[in-house]
T-cell receptor
Framework: AQTVTQSQPEMSVQEAETVTLSCTYD???????LFWYKQPPSRQMILVIR??????QNATENRFSVNFQKAAKSFSLKISDSQLGDAAMYFC?????????????FGKGTKLTVNP | EPEVTQTPSHQVTQMGQEVILRCVPI?????FYWYRQILGQKVEFLVS????????KSEIFDDQFSVERPDGSNFTLKIRSTKLEDSAMYFC??????????????FGDGTRLSIL
């Protein structure tokens, strides 16, 4: 079964600095999708960025980028020029594809604090 | 931007009572999901739903749980006889497509269910 591990329960960063959130996963699949979702306090989970496993190029979305290391099964999120609005829980997620499944498998999350 | 909406935001119920959690997916989405997150634990997949039937369910989704799309807009999760361990945040999600033309799942704000 697929598992997702986020080893950092909490992280903090100074405003305007860069922070990297770690995520590792375990799978026997060769083709899959990985996601980072952001959940601000009392707000819905919002998709931040996604990566298709067959793409070697790391995904980027403005200040957010990933370091996808397929062989190492690592999918870290880098937030550049951190802003106060980036403070949230960040969840790494893996989309299962075997057997036509569409379910997401989540990590436990990393709580990011942005200090002014 | 269209959103997934969930009601109520917080539900308090006596153990043994039935509870219905409601979701309005994004209007042109075809695939619907429920996830739950017990406090301090991972977000876990419960069930996926397409074309008026369950397409996949987890081992958590036992006979006490059911889902329904009673009309063209609502998607509900019913727990027939609640247990203390059902206390959790329940997230509804929807997506437009699946498979190779995969679109990400969009999540609602969640309903916090507290069983007394």
């Amino acid at each position: 079964a697929q598992t997702v591990t986020q080893s950092q329960p909490e992280m903090s960063v100074q405003e305007a600095e860069t922070v990297t959130l770690s995520c590792t996963y375990d799978t026997s699949e060769s083709d899959y999708y990985l996601f980072w979702y952001k959940q601000p306090p009392s707000r819905q989970m919002i998709l931040v960025i996604r990566q298709e496993a067959y793409k070697q190029q790391n995904a980027t979305e403005n200040r957010f980028s990933v370091n996808f290391q397929k062989a190492a099964k690592s999918f870290s999120l880098k937030i550049s020029d951190s802003q106060l609005g980036d403070a949230a829980m960040y969840f790494c997620a893996y989309r299962v594809t075997q057997g036509g499944s569409e379910k997401l498998v989540f990590g436990k999350g990393t709580k990011l604090t942005v200090n002014p | 931007e269209p959103e997934v909406t969930q009601t109520p935001s917080h539900q308090v119920t006596q153990m043994g009572q039935e509870v219905i959690l409601r979701c309005v997916p994004i209007s042109n989405h075809l695939y619907f999901y429920w996830y739950r997150q017990i406090l301090g634990q991972k977000v876990e997949f419960l069930v996926s739903f397409y074309n008026n039937e369950i397409s996949e369910k987890s081992e958590i989704f036992d006979d006490q749980f059911s889902v329904e799309r009673p009309d063209g807009s609502n998607f509900t999760l019913k727990i027939r006889s609640t247990k203390l361990e059902d206390s959790a945040m329940y997230f509804c999600a929807s997506s437009r497509f699946r498979g190779p033309s995969h679109q990400p799942q969009h999540f609602g704000d969640g309903t916090r269910l507290s069983i007394l």
